[in-house]
């Protein structure tokens, strides 16, 4: 066959070339840097602008944030001392000995020191709890506790080469439940037997709670010597934990064909929503008192958990609502269709969907709590945001606003923010069943 | 109809019990074990946490003094942060036994919010503060300054008396918080700054250059700051009272942290001291406590002028000179009554 054209065409190729590369101008960085930063002069125009803008503020900000910084001090005096003689007079750097010195008591609040590995127990077993809901194996828990364990090495040996003591924290109980669980969790974390985890999960609540405010074999803990960041992740995640139940039985309720019951469920969900959060924290922390028998002691605390809990179920209400309100009719139909009762067709067909659409919204409103649990400081709850007046109240520390502010932002940043990843890691997964 | 009675009848109760219970205070804090008292969430000198996380500062010290007097144990204090909005209600409704919380003895809070004032822990008072730079040595000098102020506080009111009163005009910068007057007054967005006069110096002390600024000696309002507890006690009120006294007291003769346990092992020669430290007569049990209370008291948180120097002092950051918080023997307006 080759040969049939032989005599009439000049040339025939018969390998194939190798493909040449890509012409420069279209691949590789200058490629790159043409097409999303140089497009057009308007886009070349702007890139060259914030470009200078990060030019002039990151350099002013990592002066003072690290290369001036002070971590060593017992005032801000000789902080300021300390910057004047190391970098000249005039230098602004950060006084990070502030955060230093009151490490723990922005974490903890008033809890006793010797008794803080509770907390710290308390909020690795949330962890714990939290994988069995949040992933499909336990996989993450183990790289979890291999990480932390980790960390703890490091610092361990950073602090014994300093001449600190750093045996004592390596050697503290999270360690040793964080090996267990990491061990437990590396031998039966598959994902057939990661249901059993869940019990574990259901149970953490008491477990908190007893770790937390002690009793059975532990030292009790007075709720006024809570605060610090431990309170904004007791409000935090009691309010998450108890809004997204709370608020899907009000928005199906709010769907009921009863009609006692939905007049019930509106009511409930417009009244919350029409009176701001820092009113209810008000009517928890002082109209109740009037409304209670004297020297009845019920735990402000447990109060301000219970508002926070019933706020965000009102607004959780409304974007489960959203969601159930999205799935087209027919849904409903064919669940009756199958002769589903109504709770099995809620939990095998409509919530499943619904509250896929809802994610956003419902990790939304998560954050939104979150950041809320600042509010309490109002009314006196010592929060790290509360923290921060005794803190500058002190002499030593008086006129420090900066580094307490950016120190708790970053906190609130890092939860806020891993909230918002894992929801958009979430949505990825559960769209590869539309794609089917 | 007998729901209803039965109903009235337990509310009546409840009521009553709840008199009742108001008026034991003192039995109910000696039952529960510890003393919840009602402080600042922050304020320099007055209300604040060091660094092992304890509170500390001379309001604090009211609430430990108290302690001391019915434990002999000035760590059984549960502290209770209020803030400006929260503290009343919190000391009416029982969820404080005792309010020290720098607040303005008034006549309306006095009778109408129903607080009973026992006494005066510091006499306070508005006032300005100047840069040196500007030349100003008396508040007078001040027409058609510039000045910040807090804005819905007492201290509005008084700086438009004062310059109403003095003939002068001013142009108000109004600002919320006292980091927020600091900020502006360092940036000579204002030529003076008022508040009371403690928060004025409070505020001085924060300063990168705290010699540049100048206090002016006129103080402009009365705001005596005093402990509170609930009318209709007057049994605690008295317990209260009388610690207060007894810190005032024993400065005047001369008790100390340091030499109180001495002064208290025997009878000395000035009956007073010896009424105060419990050696002579029985004024212990006259408002129920321990006998050698006071010495407790002192013992553990010192007298009034040792408080003073440790927490607002001219050796302290905060730098207040005594002033009306002198003695009466020195000058000042301190005064207790005597203990007969």
Request: with cysteine; glycine share 8%; aromatic share 12%.
């Amino acid at each position: 066959m080759s040969g049939t054209h032989a005599e009439t065409v000049a040339y025939v190729a018969d390998t194939q070339y190798d493909p040449e590369p890509a012409p420069s101008s279209s691949t590789g960085p200058i490629a790159w840097m043409r097409e999303s930063l140089f497009s057009s002069w308007t886009n070349a125009g702007l890139t060259i602008l914030c470009i200078a803008l990060i030019a002039w503020i990151v350099p002013a900000i990592l002066e003072w944030a690290v290369f001036q910084s002070v971590w060593n001090a017992k005032s801000l005096s000789e902080c300021r001392e300390i910057i004047a003689t190391r970098f000249g007079e005039g230098a602004h750097g950060a006084c990070w000995a502030v955060i230093n010195e009151r490490f723990g008591q922005l974490l903890y609040g008033f809890y006793p020191a010797d008794l803080r590995w509770r907390p710290d127990t308390a909020a690795l077993l949330l962890v714990v709890a939290l994988v069995p809901i949040l992933f499909r194996t336990m996989r993450p828990l183990v790289y979890a506790m291999a990480g932390l364990i980790a960390v703890k090495v490091v610092f361990a040996i950073a602090w014994t080469l300093m001449g600190d003591d750093g045996m004592d924290f390596l050697l503290s109980p999270t360690t040793f439940v964080a090996l267990v669980v990491g061990g437990l969790a590396f031998v039966f974390g598959s994902e057939a037997v990661k249901s059993k985890w869940l019990y574990f999960t259901l149970a953490y609540p008491l477990i908190a709670y007893f770790l937390l405010w002690g009793g059975l074999i532990f030292e009790p803990v007075r709720s006024s010597l809570f605060g610090g960041f431990l309170l904004t992740m007791i409000i935090g995640v009691t309010g998450i934990a108890g809004s997204l139940p709370i608020g899907i039985l009000l928005a199906l309720g709010r769907q009921s064909r009863l009609p006692v019951l939905k007049m019930v469920c509106v009511t409930f969900i417009e009244f919350i929503r029409g009176v701001p959060l820092i009113t209810l924290l008000f009517v928890a922390s002082t109209l109740l008192n009037y409304f209670l028998p004297p020297g009845t002691n019920f735990d402000l605390i447990l109060r301000v958990l219970i508002m926070v809990t019933l706020f965000a179920s009102a607004y959780m209400a409304e974007v489960v609502r959203g969601g159930l309100a999205a799935l087209p009719r027919g849904q409903y139909e064919a669940a009756d269709t199958l002769g589903l009762t109504y709770w099995q067709g809620m939990r095998l067909i409509i919530l499943p969907q619904a509250l896929k659409i809802s994610i956003p919204g419902i990790v939304n409103t998560f954050i939104g709590l979150f950041k809320d649990t600042t509010l309490v400081a109002v009314i006196g709850l010592l929060d790290p945001l509360g923290l921060t007046n005794p803190i500058r109240s002190d002499a030593n520390w008086n006129g420090i606003v900066w580094e307490l502010y950016g120190f708790i932002a970053l906190l609130f940043f890092i939860c806020c923010w891993s909230m918002s990843r894992y929801s958009m890691l979430l949505e990825k997964r559960l769209r590869a069943s539309d794609r089917r | 109809m007998k729901l209803l009675t039965l109903a009235t009848a337990t509310a009546v109760a409840g009521m009553v019990a709840a008199t009742g219970a108001q008026a034991q205070t003192l039995q109910q804090v000696k039952d529960r074990g510890n003393l919840i008292c009602g402080i600042n969430t922050g304020l320099v000198g007055f209300a604040f946490t060091d660094a092992e996380g304890n509170w500390q500062g001379f309001d604090v010290a009211v609430c430990k003094a108290v302690a001391a007097a019915i434990f002999g144990d000035a760590s059984k204090v549960e502290y209770k942060p209020l803030t400006g909005k929260t503290r009343f209600s919190a000391l009416s409704s029982g969820e404080v036994d005792v309010l020290s919380r720098n607040s303005t003895w008034t006549f309306s809070r006095d009778t109408d919010l129903k607080l009973e004032f026992v006494g005066v822990n510091y006499y306070d008072g508005q006032g300005f503060i100047v840069p040196k730079a500007l030349g100003v040595t008396s508040a007078l000098e001040l027409d058609g300054a510039t000045i910040c102020i807090q804005t819905g506080t007492t201290t509005e009111l008084n700086l438009a008396d004062y310059f109403r009163a003095n003939n002068m005009s001013y142009e108000p910068v109004p600002i919320e918080t006292e980091s927020e007057a600091k900020q502006k007054f360092l940036a000579n967005a204002c030529d003076a700054y008022t508040t009371d006069a403690s928060g004025l110096a409070a505020s001085r002390s924060s300063y990168p250059t705290p010699t540049d600024y100048v206090i002016l000696p006129e103080i402009i309002s009365k705001e005596p700051l005093g402990p509170a507890v609930r009318q209709g006690d007057d049994d605690w009120g008295d317990v209260v009272r009388w610690v207060l006294n007894s810190l005032i007291v024993a400065e005047e003769y001369g008790v100390t942290k340091d030499n109180v346990e001495e002064m208290a092992s025997a009878a000395g020669d000035k009956p007073e001291v010896n009424r105060l430290l419990g050696t002579e007569g029985e004024y212990g049990a006259m408002i129920n406590l321990p006998a050698d209370w006071a010495v407790k008291v002192i013992s553990s948180v010192g007298n009034y002028g040792e408080l003073f120097d440790e927490y607002l002092g001219p050796n302290t950051p905060v730098g207040l000179e005594r002033g009306l918080n002198a003695l009466y023997t020195d000058g000042g307006i301190l005064y207790a009554p005597p203990f007969r």
